[in-house]
């Protein structure tokens, strides 16, 4: 008896061990290459978490044929070539077929160049905007991997010109990180504002992680401006305007959307910023939105849902999900034909959550078309990855991000166009 017991003990515990040894096996690796630290860290770590996030909602409802969809999530701390690094190893060696990352634009391009466009892996940027991401697309470069959960700059630095002309600022100073991001920032908002009537008094750039902007804050009065547009990330667009409003600088601010955030305001100071505006990539909310602001601060461990990058990094992972249960295998370029099918027009609408991720995956299984509708609204992606939509108009009230408004694409399109 003692031994038919031993041996029955025996088997269940090597039964436990297969069932175990197979479920790891069956795992679905995807890369993801965040900001967690440097100057964009508070960027990635919202955005880890909102990935994290869409995965454990996806792998709830069922996963890949029962199978998990598990992320390699690996620190870029805000570099480019540390990202490269980890984004190598995740191609090269853990054999990834979907890379989501970077976060900035100076960490998306080079893993895109160096990495993936060459290995023919699938990447998703929820929060790179630079126009020379779609340059790149329409070059030929790009491999036709890259996707991104956020507008081009192309069209936020053209919003952002209209509503600061809405707002009285007609006499704007601009000091922007010396990045690809800030460049093209600048660019586009400097050839709108000026073709609105706006006048710039100066543009004065800056290198990331100075202990001190107090010169570039000094450059950027000259000419008495009615307000400064910061073209910045949280840590080092805070020094600045410390170093602006200690130098007598007027009170009134212009902000890139990534400066819609709680660190940002509290490290420079409310009573500060009552006169700053901003703009946001983002569309009409749907079931997805309320479902993440009701959910998300929970899950993050109190990061609030309106951190940057934290609604699109959810969507990043769902469509990337979706697309993966789509072409039923980690394939990089079955993934690659998925990633615009799950959003396209036409299929039924779906949002975010275990519930509607089960639906999915029945309509899925059954052959059928679905739209993931997410948490920035309804997109879809273009031939060179980029989304389409309106953009979302703020100010900074009491310590609170407000919005005020929202601009179309549309009236994005005609100030482009001179109409």
């Known amino acids: 008896?003692?031994?038919?017991?031993?041996?029955?003990?025996?088997?269940?515990?090597?039964?436990?061990?297969?069932?175990?040894?197979?479920?790891?096996?069956?795992?679905?690796?995807?890369?993801?290459?965040?900001?967690?630290?440097?100057?964009a860290g508070e960027y990635g770590q919202a955005g880890a978490k909102s990935v994290a996030m869409a995965f454990k909602d996806f792998n709830d409802a069922g996963g890949v044929g029962g199978c998990k969809i598990v992320a390699d999530t690996r620190d870029?701390?805000?570099?480019?070539?540390?990202?490269?690094?980890q984004a190598t190893q995740l191609v090269n060696i853990k054999k990834v077929p979907v890379i989501i990352g970077g976060i900035i634009s100076s960490v998306s391009i080079p893993i895109l160049t160096s990495v993936t466009?060459?290995?023919?892996?699938?990447?998703?940027?929820?929060?790179?905007?630079?126009?020379?991401?779609?340059?790149?697309g329409r070059d030929g470069k790009t491999n036709g991997v890259f996707f991104r959960t956020i507008t081009s700059d192309a069209l936020q630095g053209t919003a952002a010109a209209k509503f600061a002309m809405d707002q009285g600022l007609k006499k704007i100073a601009i000091i922007n990180v010396?990045?690809?991001?800030?460049?093209n920032m600048v660019k586009e908002f400097t050839t709108a504002y000026q073709k609105?009537?706006?006048?710039?008094?100066?543009?004065?750039?800056?290198?990331?992680?100075?202990?001190?902007?107090?010169?570039?804050?000094?450059?950027?009065?000259?000419?008495?401006?009615?307000?400064l547009y910061l073209v910045s990330t949280p840590v080092d667009g805070a020094t600045i305007a410390r170093a602006w409003?200690?130098?007598?600088?007027?009170?009134?601010?212009?902000?890139?959307?990534?400066?819609?955030?709680?660190?940002?305001?509290?490290?420079?100071g409310a009573q500060y910023l009552e006169n700053a505006y901003g703009t946001s990539s983002g569309t009409s909310p749907t079931a997805s939105t309320e479902y993440f602001n009701a959910n998300y601060s929970a899950f993050s461990g109190g990061i609030s849902p309106s951190a940057p990058a934290a609604d699109r990094s959810y969507d990043?992972?769902?469509?990337?999900?979706?697309a993966i249960a789509k072409a039923g295998k980690p394939d990089a370029a079955a993934i690659k034909a998925a990633m615009p099918e799950v959003v396209a027009e036409g299929g039924t609408p779906i949002h975010a959550g275990k519930a509607e991720f089960e639906k999915a995956l029945g309509l899925i299984k059954a052959g059928k078309p679905i739209k993931y509708e997410g948490v920035i609204g309804p997109v879809s992606f273009d031939q060179y990855g980029d989304i389409t939509g309106p953009f979302r108009l703020w100010k900074i009230a009491n310590g609170e991000v407000t919005t005020v408004g929202e601009m179309s694409a549309e009236d994005v399109g005609k100030i482009k166009a001179g109409q």
């Open 1 to 39: 008896m003692r031994k038919s017991l031993l041996l029955s003990a025996m088997v269940a515990g090597l039964a436990a061990s297969t069932v175990s040894s197979f479920a790891a096996e069956c795992d679905i690796t995807v890369g993801l290459v965040m900001e967690l630290t440097g100057p």
């Open 76 to 85: 870029s701390q805000s570099q480019g070539n540390i990202a490269v690094d």
């Open 117 to 136: 466009a060459p290995a023919g892996v699938v990447q998703v940027s929820p929060a790179s905007s630079s126009p020379t991401l779609t340059a790149l």
């Open 178 to 183: 010396n990045n690809d991001f800030g460049v």
């Open 196 to 227: 609105l009537g706006g006048t710039i008094t100066s543009t004065t750039p800056y290198n990331e992680k100075q202990s001190s902007y107090a010169s570039e804050a000094s450059a950027a009065m000259a000419g008495e401006p009615d307000a």
């Open 245 to 268: 409003v200690s130098g007598g600088g007027a009170q009134t601010f212009l902000l890139n959307d990534g400066m819609n955030s709680k660190d940002f305001i509290e490290s420079v």
């Open 316 to 322: 990043a992972g769902a469509i990337v999900a979706l």
